[in-house]
T-cell receptor, first 111, second 115 residues
Framework: QKEVEQNSGPLSVPEGAIASLNCTYSDRGSQSFFWYRQYSGKSPELIMF????GDKEDGRFTAQLNKASQYVSLLIRDSQPSDSATYLC???????????FGKGTTLSVSS | GAVVSQHPSRVICKSGTSVKIECRSL??????MFWYRQFPKQSLMLMAT?????????EQGVEKDKFLINHASLTLSTLTVTSAHPEDSSFYICSATRGGWETQYFGPGTRLLVL
């Protein structure tokens, strides 16, 4: 059973701090990695994706991928209360036909 | 952007009835659509993958005769929950891709409550 693991949290950070969200995956064959944000009662929205080892930056968000360690993370700089949500990590399945989602990490940013 | 809509957003029905949920890609042609179910505080569980003009591919454990999926056009897929029971109460979310499975754009979801 291929799995995507995330710490459920809640992760609490003060406004303006850096929030670090982590995700590990079990399938070494995974090639594509995604971070989605889901507000309570809403559907997920794509934040960013990463395919290659290293860092990828998009505004206040940075995704980091380490395939050797089977680890992907999301950093949120200058965290805002509006960033408070559940963050879902997703990786492609072995067949490359679908995404497998983690259970998500709940982030709470206090003002 | 890529906008995906779902209808209805919320539905309450009696046990034993059937419920149809529509998923539409509004500004792009979706070759593939996915249907997920999410229980409270749980992750998204993929139910099936739907390709236009062909039969849906169901995940293990998902009853294809209970969850009927039709992908009749490049912009519309429907999920029908037949003979719904209280345990089918959940948040049903569709997503669509322009091609393949990579970047998925999610609909707003449909909250189903079966009494």
């Amino acid at each position: 059973q291929k799995e995507v693991e995330q710490n459920s949290g809640p992760l609490s950070v003060p406004e303006g701090a850096i929030a670090s969200l982590n995700c590990t995956y079990s399938d070494r064959g995974s090639q594509s990695f995604f971070w989605y944000r889901q507000y309570s009662g809403k559907s997920p929205e794509l934040i960013m994706f990463i395919y290659s080892n290293g860092d990828k930056e998009d505004g206040r968000f940075t995704a980091q991928l380490n395939k050797a360690s089977q680890y992907v993370s999301l950093l949120i700089r200058d965290s805002q209360p509006s960033d408070s949500a559940t963050y879902l990590c997703a990786v492609n399945n072995q067949a490359g036909t679908a995404l497998i989602f983690g259970k998500g990490t709940t982030l709470s940013v206090s003002s | 952007g890529a906008v995906v809509s779902q209808h209805p957003s919320r539905v309450i029905c009696k046990s034993g009835t059937s419920v149809k949920i529509e998923c539409r890609s509004l500004d792009f042609q979706a070759t593939t659509m996915f249907w997920y179910r999410q229980f409270p505080k749980q992750s998204l569980m993929l139910m099936a993958t739907s390709n236009e003009g062909s039969k849906a591919t169901y995940e293990q454990g998902v009853e294809k005769d209970k969850f009927l999926i039709n992908h009749a056009s490049l912009t519309l897929s429907t999920l029908t929950v037949t003979s719904a029971h209280p345990e089918d109460s959940s948040f049903y979310i569709c997503s669509a891709t322009r091609g393949g499975w990579e970047t998925q754009y999610f609909g707003p979801g449909t909250r189903l409550l079966v009494l």
